[in-house]
């Protein structure tokens, strides 16, 4: 079992920065695909980022440029550090684990998921 606990959202203007980490519990959480969604208020949960145990990373275009994941193995935490953020970039953003998978940008690729943590941009 791999527990997750998302924190560092809050309210920003537009163009400003935040950092979220999400640590992970758990013997093997480490060696575990690390990704990002968000999902806003009437729409689907979206892909914003992965990050694989070997370091290759993914993003979405929308974030691409503007958002980083990073993990620190040694704390079990990934991080998504978020700049210039866009009012269209307010959502509730989910940390989510898997062992392995094909499917890094799909939410159902994925076995463990944290209680998320609201991001709110203002224009």
């Known amino acids: 079992q791999v527990q997750l606990v998302e924190s560092g959202g809050g309210l920003v203007q537009a163009g400003g920065s935040l950092r979220l980490s999400c640590a992970a519990s758990?013997?093997?959480?480490?060696?575990?695909?690390m990704g990002w969604f968000r999902q806003a208020p009437g729409k689907d949960r979206e892909f914003v980022a992965a990050?694989?145990?070997?370091?290759?990373?993914y993003y979405a275009d929308s974030v691409k440029g503007r958002f980083t994941i990073s993990r620190d193995n040694a704390k079990n935490t990934v991080f998504l550090q978020m700049n210039g953020l866009k009012p269209e970039d307010t959502a509730v953003y989910y940390c989510?684990?898997?062992?392995?998978?094909?499917?890094?940008?799909?939410?159902?690729?994925?076995?463990?998921w944290g209680q998320g943590t609201q991001v709110t941009v203002s224009s």
């Open positions: 989510a684990a898997v062992r392995d998978t094909s499917t890094v940008r799909v939410p159902s690729g994925y076995e463990y």
């Open positions: 758990g013997r093997t959480a480490r060696t575990y695909i």
């Open positions: 990050m694989l145990w070997s370091g290759g990373t």
